[in-house]
């Protein structure tokens, strides 16, 4: 008796093709580089009877894999989104919340604070004792901000700034990238 080239169990005399895993006799199966399992004869010349049609036998495995695979992409880019999404709002949320710092010297006025306050919808509020200031702020990236001020009163008159902010527990620092003057500022309650 013959054995199969497959699996390795035995033929019965006259068998076209195994029994227990589908061969054809005098066949060989190969995988193919996408891990399919095609069947074809064992020699170039030799074709497969007439009866024994070719079988193609995917891998049950391989699906499942790829979906496994794909399950752990989508649920790791998730992830590094979540963590991005709470560095970013920790950063951004900083600044939230009233702050006061010592302008200096300015001519007429003397030693000048001003007061800032920054609310979580986006607006912002500057008093500055020689003006009140009111605007939007938009942050650019996780360190700049964009504001844009409306000075209140009669002369009032629009001006737009570039930040780049540093908050560390109550200390922000502010570069105006337009000016590049520096300002400390102090958290108050």
Not at 151 to 164: L, M, P
């Amino acid at each position: 008796m013959a054995g199969c080239s497959v699996c390795k169990s035995e033929l019965m005399e006259g068998a076209r093709f195994c029994v227990k895993c589908g061969n054809a006799v005098g066949s060989v199966i190969r995988e193919t580089a996408v891990g399919d399992a095609v069947q074809e004869p064992a020699a170039p010349g030799q074709a497969l009877s007439a009866t024994t049609t070719a079988v193609v036998v995917k891998r049950q495995s391989s699906g499942l894999l790829r979906i496994l695979l794909l399950i752990t992409v989508v649920l790791t880019v998730l992830i590094a989104l979540a963590f991005i999404s709470v560095i970013n709002t920790g950063a951004r949320s900083a600044i939230i919340g009233r702050w006061q710092a010592d302008l200096g010297y300015v001519m007429l006025w003397g030693n000048v604070t001003e007061n800032l306050e920054f609310f979580p919808n986006g607006s912002v509020t500057s008093n500055r004792e020689i003006a009140v200031f009111t605007g939007r702020y938009q942050w650019l990236d996780d360190q700049t901000l964009r504001i844009d001020w409306r000075e209140q009163g009669i002369f009032g008159h629009s001006v737009s700034e570039i930040w780049r902010v540093k908050v560390s527990g109550d200390t922000m620092v502010v570069v105006n990238t337009l000016s590049g003057t520096t300002t400390e500022y102090r958290r108050v309650p």
